[in-house]
């Protein structure tokens, strides 16, 4: 569904993106981990069309990305959880919402999505005429990835969904991913929690400064000496 | 039913409140010949209103600081006369420069913005502030067109089924007026509640998610920026027929803008109650409190004009900043603020529920005693 192929990139002098490569197949989940600046958000950035590319290429459902800008790439079916959760913080859970089904113009099935958003996060129901803002962390994530869904992605692209939240909730949102990805959604999740990415995804990456480095299946990461020693914490 | 509706029906009552003052006003006067009549002088509430409301547009919804209203006014005040004046081959009457006013303001905008709204906050602030200026120059230097310093006149009055409208009566021109702002009005609203509407305010909250939901920052910024100089030319075009001229260029200086940006900031960014309340309070201020004060005084022998400090209206200024200075202490969200700028402004209140989490599942459950995750009883927390 994704391939991302040979691609440089970075900023100004810097390059960031040394000849990267991934490929994400329809219904898959794939972990892209690593480090401090390996280049993860970057690679992610790019897809997105928030960065653009020096060299290489990216095909999503058989198109080439490389003249779509951000915006258009989210009407190509491909939706963005930005590091950070980036959730309106002055609107309410449910305009938060609304915001995410911007592209389209269905009103029932708006709603149906509503509703199955609800279903998935049932925190968000209680909360939603809350102002984003005053959702906590795990909260906010939650919101950030059910506004993504609501404009009925093809793929998701979440960037660093564990980042500064309780690990109770962290479980509850992997969970969740699971769950979407069990009804058929392809991800390519980004993650500095390796031990967690690799046990959600079929298959993972691993970025150092800027190179993919391994590549295999999710458990055959998790048990590879290499990635036990730099990312789960064993000598 | 969406929030959306929800909010409208309850912001829309004090626009009512505003309707029914501004025509109880023409009443009073002819009721009460000796009291006040302000009937004549609200007809620049009403043109400011309008200009508010076109920065209300641009800095209210899509958080853009625009410093530059008043060279879009200006352009509508001189498009309009050229568009009118029997001096230019065009002629089109009042109601025909009219109409075509705000669009000539909207190219004048794309124009200016197409450029220029890649910058951001300050950067962009300081562009406007520039192009106030620049339009000043040119409009004065080029003479040509122009008539520079003498500005350009006659220029038609308007005619409503004819009905010639003169200066010496200002019922059909504050009617006229009055007319036009509640379309204003209405057109406020209406973008206010539609996609586009939440477009501009998603990119005020948030540029780059904004992006993420799939929309073009630029081109959304760029219609905020072209319909508030339709808005800003519009009232220019008003303000050009209800002189009979354009009047010097220097007219449509800073002090036009920085007026504009007060009103929004002392009325409530955002909130279109609010900008109709900032304008009446601020040019309410400017040019009926004031003027009416400096008469009383000079009637008393208490003011002369040989004594500048001694006029009341040589103060507005200092009125103007004190009020600022004071709003931004007390009330920083404005008179009537916008229920999330508000929200921002005063986030210590209400306080943020605890974030509680459900003993048996670890699901947080805020204000409620039972988890929606596994449906165990939650004990209340302390």
């Keep these: 569904m994704l391939q991302i192929d040979r691609i440089h990139a970075g900023y100004g002098p810097i390059e960031v993106l040394k000849d990267v490569s991934l490929e994400v197949h329809e219904g898959e989940i794939v972990t892209l981990i690593g480090s401090n600046g390996a280049g993860k958000t970057t690679t992610l950035m790019c897809v997105s069309g928030l960065n653009r590319v020096r060299s290489g290429r990216i095909v999503f459902d058989g198109h080439d990305l490389q003249d779509v800008s951000a915006d258009r790439i989210v009407h190509r079916g491909l939706a963005q959880v930005p590091e950070g959760r980036k959730i309106f913080p002055r609107l309410s859970v449910r305009e938060n919402l609304e915001m995410g089904a911007f592209i389209r113009n269905d009103r029932d099935g708006i709603e149906e999505d509503m509703g199955r958003a609800f279903a998935l996060f049932p925190v968000l129901k209680q909360r939603q005429t809350q102002l984003g803002g005053t959702l906590s962390g795990g909260e906010q994530q939650m919101l950030a990835i059910a506004r993504a869904l609501m404009s009925r992605p093809k793929m998701l692209l979440m960037d660093e969904p564990s980042m500064g939240i309780a690990p109770l909730l962290v479980v509850k949102i992997f969970d969740a991913v699971r769950e979407l990805n069990r009804e058929g959604m392809t991800v390519l999740l980004v993650e500095q929690n390796a031990c967690l990415a690799l046990k959600l995804a079929h298959r993972g990456y691993v970025l150092e400064t800027g190179e993919i480095v391994l590549s295999d299946a999710g458990s055959a990461l998790l048990t590879h000496p290499r990635v036990r020693e730099a990312y789960l914490g064993e000598v | ?382």
């Design chain 2, 1 to 382: 039913m969406s929030r959306w509706a929800q909010s409208r029906a309850s912001w829309l009552k004090p626009d009512f409140v505003f309707l029914a003052v501004a025509l109880v006003i023409p009443v009073l006067d002819l009721i009460l010949p000796g009291f006040l009549q302000i009937g004549s002088q609200m007809r620049q509430i009403f043109l400011f209103a309008i200009l508010g409301l076109g920065l209300n547009i641009v800095t209210g919804f899509t958080g853009l600081l625009h410093l530059g209203v008043a060279a879009f006014m200006a352009i509508g005040v001189y498009a309009f006369a050229i568009l009118s004046s029997e001096i230019y081959p065009f002629r089109f009457g009042f109601w025909g420069a009219l109409a075509l006013t705000p669009v000539v303001g909207a190219l004048a905008g794309l124009l200016l913005g197409a450029p220029t709204l890649r910058l951001r906050g300050d950067y962009l602030a300081i562009v406007t502030l520039g192009f106030g200026e620049i339009v000043q120059d040119v409009l004065r230097n080029v003479e040509t067109v122009t008539k520079g310093t003498q500005g350009i006149n006659p220029l038609p009055y308007p005619n409503v089924f004819g009905y010639e409208f003169v200066t010496e009566t200002y019922q059909p021109w504050y009617f006229l007026f009055l007319g036009i702002v509640v379309l204003v009005v209405a057109l406020n609203r209406n973008i206010e509640n539609s996609r586009l509407g939440r477009a501009f305010i998603s990119v005020r909250e948030d540029e780059l998610a904004a992006t993420c939901m799939g929309i073009n920052t630029v081109k959304i910024k760029l219609v905020a920026f072209a319909l508030g100089a339709a808005l800003c030319s519009l009232a220019g075009g008003l303000w050009a027929s209800y002189l009979g001229s354009t009047g010097e260029p220097g007219n449509y200086d800073f002090q036009v803008s920085i007026l504009a940006v007060c009103i929004v900031i002392v009325g409530g960014m955002g909130n279109i109650s609010g900008v109709l309340l900032g304008a009446l309070v601020m040019i309410g201020i400017d040019s009926l409190v004031l003027v009416q004060l400096t008469r009383y005084l000079q009637q008393q022998g208490l003011s002369s004009t040989a004594n500048v400090m001694s006029m009341p209206n040589n103060w507005k200024y200092m009125i103007f900043g004190l009020a600022l200075v004071l709003m931004m202490r007390f009330k920083p969200e404005g008179l009537l603020p916008s229920r999330r700028v508000k929200a921002e402004l005063h986030h210590d209140e209400p306080p943020k529920p605890a974030d509680r989490l459900c003993p048996n599942c670890g699901y947080p459950t805020g204000t409620s005693t039972v988890c929606t995750e596994c449906g165990a009883t939650v004990a209340a927390s302390s």
